[in-house]
């Protein structure tokens, strides 16, 4: 990345980081980012698609499972070690004045696998969804904003990780959608 983007980037990490500091960021934004808190919700997701449409609800979850994971693995286990990007926590420009509200965290920093996972699923059930519930779209795009920002607020992301994280998710849940909706028309 050329070195006024870098700049740029770190600015922007410290004006979040730092400037917008407050104490209800500093109690809801770490549990926000937590994967355990969204448990009830994932399982709400799960429990509704199959309870109200059946078998199309069990595949939908099944492309839903798929759109997930493979926005974790292309994300954490072949994007960030080709990149090695270190965390804002871990960078030699950064690290001494880094606000941390939860633990720096193992691994490279881009993308955010936090943002890329949380828009593949934002997506993908705003696409599904759409003609029926429109608002989810944006309250699904919204969730997965706020806890892409949660990773730049408690410190282990920079905003350029979480907006190109969010980028790739966003076109990971829009290919699976498209996927689910191609096998939906031609086997149901």
């Known amino acids: ?61 099944l492309f839903l499972a798929l759109s997930a994971g493979f926005a974790d693995f292309t994300s954490a286990s072949i994007i960030k070690p080709a990149v090695h990007r270190l965390r804002p926590c871990r960078d030699p420009y950064t690290s001494a004045a880094v606000i941390s509200r939860v633990p720096c965290g193992t691994g490279y920093s881009f993308p955010s696998t936090h943002a890329t996972d949380h828009f593949a699923i934002a997506i993908f059930l705003g696409i599904i969804f759409y003609k029926r519930h429109k608002w989810i779209m944006p309250l699904a795009i919204l969730w ?45």
């Open 1 to 61: 990345m050329p070195d006024f983007l870098l700049d740029l980037d770190r600015h922007l990490f410290y004006i979040i980081n730092h400037e917008w500091a407050n104490p209800f960021f500093d109690t809801v934004l770490p549990v926000m980012r937590n994967a355990k808190f969204w448990i009830p919700l994932y399982v709400f997701i799960i429990g509704f698609s199959i309870w109200r449409y059946k078998k199309q609800g069990a595949v939908m979850v």
């Open 144 to 188: 997965a904003a706020t806890i892409s920002f949660a990773q730049v607020y408690v410190g282990v992301h920079f905003p350029v990780d979480v907006v190109l994280g969010a980028l790739y998710g966003s076109l990971v849940g829009w290919l699976f959608a498209f996927g689910f909706t191609w096998y939906q028309r031609n086997t149901f």
